[in-house]
């Protein structure tokens, strides 16, 4: 096992809880969403608009397929889960961690954030809808499911970093 990834719905807090692993099981952090806002050099609503969702989706199977073989801790965009593809090429380079989050959460988090095209484009009806669509692939991408309801951040990183120590080999 070399990598780590993290998946969930947007909001949910895989970019704030993979910065607090690093220290906790010294490997190096990424986020997808930046990584790949630095290689196209545009940011995510750009390239949502240039490309498309379709174009997106396949600019993150593409990182997932080229990122370098190395220990890490990868925090996933929150749509990645929904290519089988992905769903593969993560579990089998990796351990997955899906923290699931009530929608409640979500929505008080992301709401008013520009730099979420998903969340520009939809009403808090139809977020809802594809968050209750979305949960059936982000348990299937996974190895573990992560209950953050009422946790902080600080909680959620400390129990995914143990269960990283015990497994790495
Ligand atoms: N359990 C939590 N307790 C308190 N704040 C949290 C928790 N989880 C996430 N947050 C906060 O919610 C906001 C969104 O979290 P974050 O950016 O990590 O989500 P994400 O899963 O990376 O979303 P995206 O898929 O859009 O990149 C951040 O400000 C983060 O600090
Ligand atoms: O849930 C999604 O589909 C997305 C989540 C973000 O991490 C970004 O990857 C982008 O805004 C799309
Ligand atoms: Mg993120």
């Known amino acids: 096992m070399k990598k780590v990834y993290l998946v969930g719905f947007m909001g949910s807090g895989k970019s704030a809880v993979g910065k607090r692993l690093t220290p906790l099981v010294n490997m190096p952090f990424y986020d997808m969403d930046a990584e790949i ?3 196209i050099g545009m940011t ?7 490309y498309g969702e379709e174009g997106f989706r396949d600019i993150e199977t593409e990182f997932l397929k080229t990122f370098p073989d190395e220990y890490c801790i990868i925090a996933t965009g929150g749509g990645v889960p929904m290519r089988a593809e992905n769903r593969e090429l993560m579990k089998s380079s990796g351990l997955v961690f899906y923290l699931n ?17 998903i969340v520009q ?8 809808i594809l968050f209750n669509k979305r949960k059936a692939y982000y348990m299937e991408s996974a190895h573990f499911k992560v209950e953050t309801t009422n946790r902080s951040l600080h909680e959620i990183s400390q129990y995914v970093a143990f269960q990283i120590n015990r497994l790495k080999g």
């Open 37 to 39: 806002v630095k290689m």
């Open 44 to 50: 995510i609503p750009q390239i949502f608009e240039t």
């Open 101 to 117: 989050s009530t929608f409640r959460d979500i929505w008080r988090r992301v709401s008013t954030d520009p730099n979420r095209p």
């Open 121 to 128: 484009k939809s009403t808090r009806e139809e977020l809802e």
